[in-house]
């Protein structure tokens, strides 16, 4: 029998059943594909984070129930929290390698951690599919673009808050689906909608603001915003844009330390 550690963490949350749950389990080396699928359908969240130490730092990768995915912010949040107040890590920043967005780091400063993510720059979408803006049960946006999901750019924080979307219907999409419009009390507000995963609405979406920092950065004139995800559970981002790199500031908070028992 094999075990292995496993918490679960509130992540862009400074309190228990806030911003968006993530699982962790450290490994001492890689299982294999198929084990790490079935471990994170059992774990049934949005994603599990396994991450192996390497001689850098970790080396770090994250699954939905569905699979392996290029990138997650909340679950890399949650991984950095459990290295810092359970690992006995010394230093101020971790080093991840990934498989498919290179090097990112996470740095401490007192309860905050901030994420060095890759800017995603998004391109206009001249011809939406007509799907989108249905399946979301609106009539019209301020404005359509896609990088690796969607953005859908709204009139106002009420808008966004007030959509109630089918997401069974933006499955043949094949794409994850953002909303967003300026904020009333942050620069903007944001929810995002996951069509065939295990959660529809993903609480608190670090990955997606890898988008939303550069075209908020530019539409605003800043490089230092603050964000809220609007979702039902909500979380606060400090957002910093840098170019062809954002940072992404939320806190973390412990809700469960356990064992994994693998037969």
């Not at 939905?64 to 290295?83: D, F, K, R, S, Y």
């Not at 905050?112 to 007509?130: E, G, K, R, S």
């Not at 995002?192 to 988008?211: I, K, L």
């Amino acid at each position: 029998m094999h075990t292995i550690d496993f918490y679960m963490v509130d992540a862009f949350s400074d309190r228990t059943f806030g911003g968006n749950a993530a699982a962790v389990c450290p490994l001492t080396e890689w299982l294999p594909d198929e084990l790490l699928l079935k471990m994170s359908q059992q774990h049934n969240q949005s994603e599990t984070a396994f991450f192996v130490r390497n001689d850098t730092g970790y080396e770090l990768r994250w699954f939905t129930t569905q699979g392996e995915i290029n990138l997650c912010g909340h679950a890399t949040l949650a991984a950095a929290h459990v290295i810092f107040e359970y690992l006995d890590f010394p230093d101020a920043t971790i080093h991840f390698a990934t498989r498919f967005v290179g090097p990112l780091t996470v740095t401490r400063n007192g309860d905050w951690l901030t994420l060095d993510f890759p800017a995603w720059q998004t391109q206009a979408v001249d011809n939406p599919p007509p799907l989108l803006l249905k399946a979301l049960g609106i009539t019209g946006a301020r404005e359509i673009r896609a990088a690796r999901d969607y953005l859908v750019v709204l009139e106002n924080q009420q808008q966004v808050e007030a959509v109630t979307p089918d997401i069974a219907a933006m499955i043949p999409l094949g794409k994850m689906v953002c909303i967003t419009a300026p904020g009333d009390n942050h620069d903007f507000v944001s929810r995002f909608f996951c069509p065939g995963e295990a959660v529809a609405e993903d609480p608190v979406t670090g990955s997606t603001h890898s988008m939303l920092i550069p075209y908020w950065g530019e539409k605003l004139g800043k490089t230092v915003m603050q964000a809220r995800q609007v979702s039902a559970r909500g979380g606060e981002l400090r957002c910093e844009w840098q170019g062809e790199r954002v940072k992404i500031g939320g806190q973390a908070t412990l809700y469960l330390i356990g064992k994994v028992y693998l037969r």
